[in-house]
């Protein structure tokens, strides 16, 4: 199979959804709204929609595959030699409310390690894509992560889970220590999108908890053919599953992930 080939199929069926997401976005109807427990955790039929379409396509293009989906449009399956991850619409939220940050991303694993991403934002046609090693690459223009490699000068991005958790009040500690001591930090509001922005160099690092596999599974492929660096809080691999990720610049990566296990780790 080749990943190159695969990665321009799966691409043009992406900018396809966002087609229809652009449509969609002018005249949606908030008030047309399903909340998945809990208030800020926001599905449409959009989303929906956009997951139908998707898996028909890449299902096409692969058949043997399996799905994960945010959505769960079609039986989740994880045990197949590849399976597609997907997330048909990153920052819900945002869509409804005519925030011009939202994203659709398309990851694929071979046996459990993600080999193919493709995140594309709708509002401003930037298609962010790359498969094992092939590079990563944003609308033809090949990406690196940043080269900065102090955390001090360093502008980091994050979000914040939908679910209360223990974890909470330590999350905000770790926000005020990384205000005081960094450029700053962002939240866009798409796990999705903050990714490929690192991957693009534009932020040093991202960092969350108690994430989906189908946030990730396409941005830290980006960032990693990109040349960066993804862990788990702890420094391991099992982020993809486990919720927890740092994805950063290689040469800052080890300094934000120890300041983030102050916090954070176990």
């Not at 399996?66 to 399976?83: A, D, M």
């Not at 694929?108 to 990563?136: K, M, R, T």
């Amino acid at each position: 199979m080749n990943l190159e080939t695969l990665c321009q199929s799966a691409l043009a069926l992406t900018k396809e959804v966002g087609a229809f997401q652009r449509l969609e976005v002018a005249r949606f109807d908030r008030t047309v709204t399903e909340f998945k427990g809990a208030p800020n955790n926001l599905v449409s039929f959009v989303d929906k929609e956009s997951e139908r379409i998707l898996v028909k396509g890449l299902g096409e293009l692969l058949p043997a595959a399996g799905f994960i989906t945010e959505e769960g449009t079609v039986e989740q399956s994880k045990n197949q030699e590849f399976t597609w991850v997907i997330d048909p619409l990153d920052g819900t939220t945002n869509f409804m409310h005519g925030y011009a940050y939202f994203t659709i991303s398309v990851g694929l694993l071979q046996h459990g390690v993600p080999v193919l991403g493709i995140i594309y934002d709708p509002s401003h046609d930037e298609a962010f894509y790359g498969w094992q090693g092939g590079g990563a690459w944003c609308n033809g223009q090949r990406m690196h992560c940043s080269a900065v490699s102090a955390l001090g000068e360093s502008l980091l991005t994050c979000g914040f889970p939908y679910k209360p958790g223990t974890q909470r009040q330590a999350y905000l500690d770790l926000l005020v220590e990384i205000m005081e001591t960094t450029h700053g930090f962002r939240r866009l509001g798409s796990a999705a999108i903050d990714l490929a922005y690192v991957a693009r160099g534009w932020f040093e690092g991202f960092f969350e908890y108690q994430l989906n596999s189908w946030d990730m599974a396409a941005g830290v492929l980006l960032i990693r053919e990109a040349g960066g660096t993804v862990t788990d809080f702890e420094g391991g691999d099992t982020f993809l599953f486990g919720g927890n990720v740092i994805g950063a610049a290689a040469g800052m990566h080890g300094e934000l992930r120890t300041l983030v296990a102050k916090y954070m780790g176990s």
